[in-house]
């Protein structure tokens, strides 16, 4: 399975991005998808995720109400709609995808590479 993620950029705070996550060499709705971060200097933290069917989803408390993770399996994709964001969101946002739905990065098999996301104050 290859993870393209995109849609990062430089926003100002209260901004809106929408990221995604094209999936590819296996159908996407085998897999729970995740969103992480990591910001520089600090460990990779979850973000939100979702199970197959869209079914179950959960968030970290700090985007909580603030952005929406979705997902198209029959265009393969997932997307990452953030909203009102933050200077303290800013990190490389990395899709991952999985069997077992998890917040730990570790329960998850494949990454992609990750997107960018700068927001200013």
């Known amino acids: 399975v290859q993870l393209q993620a995109s849609g990062g950029g430089l926003v100002q705070a209260g901004g809106s991005l929408r990221l995604s996550c094209a999936a590819s060499g296996r159908a996407n709705s085998d897999y729970i998808m995740g969103w992480f971060r990591q910001a520089p200097g600090k460990e990779r933290e979850f973000v939100a995720s979702?199970?197959?069917?869209?079914?179950?989803?959960d968030y970290a408390e700090s985007v909580k109400g603030r952005f929406t993770i979705s997902r198209d399996n029959a265009n393969n994709t997932v997307y990452l709609q953030m909203n009102s964001l933050k200077p303290e969101d800013t990190a490389v946002y990395l899709c991952?995808?999985?069997?077992?739905?998890?917040?730990?990065?570790?329960?998850?098999?494949?990454w992609g590479q990750g997107t960018l996301v700068t927001v200013s104050s």
């Open positions: 979702i199970r197959r069917a869209g079914e179950r989803i």
């Open positions: 991952a995808s999985g069997r077992y739905y998890s917040r730990v990065s570790g329960a998850y098999d494949y």
